[in-house]
């Protein structure tokens, strides 16, 4: 008598072992927000900031197909013309997606004007770059990558 496998099945015929690798690779995008928001937190019990670090949040929408969603943003100054900007957006208030981006700044009448530009997965839209202003209590930025474009608006968060 021969034994064999078969692969479990739901009722909708998906296999429970593509279920798993689902959640396996969810649980490791999730972890990312641990740190996001440690570092959040940590951010917010700092001295007011200087210029334009720190603290942000607000809303992204796209101009393609009115998505929208809550946004974070920790932004650091790494030298004289350049910030790290770490994003956490959400989308349906339960995905969340990170993403770093190096900003080149140049002051300008009332903050920092500055762009860059982020290469993300293939299935997130590839290379993303990023163009805005920001002061002491405005952020704004317009996105585009190849399937989408659109904007972020954010202010300091209470």
Not at 16 to 38: P, Y
Not at 79 to 86: D, F, I, K, M, V
Not at 118 to 145: D, H
């Amino acid at each position: 008598m021969k034994l064999t496998r078969k692969k479990a099945r739901n009722f909708s015929g998906v296999t429970t072992t593509s279920v798993a690798i689902v959640l396996a690779v969810l649980c490791l995008a999730s972890s990312g927000c641990s740190s996001f928001n440690h570092d959040w937190k940590k951010a917010g019990a700092a001295a007011e900031p200087n210029g334009i670090e720190g603290r942000w949040q607000g809303t992204w929408l796209s101009d393609v197909n009115g998505h929208s969603g809550e946004l974070r943003c920790l932004l650091e100054k790494v030298s004289e013309e350049s910030y790290r900007a770490r994003f956490d957006s959400t989308y349906k208030k339960v995905l969340h997606f990170k993403s770093t981006v190096i900003l080149s700044g140049t002051n300008d009448p009332g903050g920092v004007r500055f762009s860059g530009e982020a290469k993300l997965p293939w299935w997130a839209g590839g290379l993303y770059r990023y163009e805005g202003k920001a002061s002491g209590t405005n952020f704004f930025s317009t996105y585009q990558c190849k399937y989408d474009h659109g904007t972020f608006r954010m202010i300091r968060p209470d």
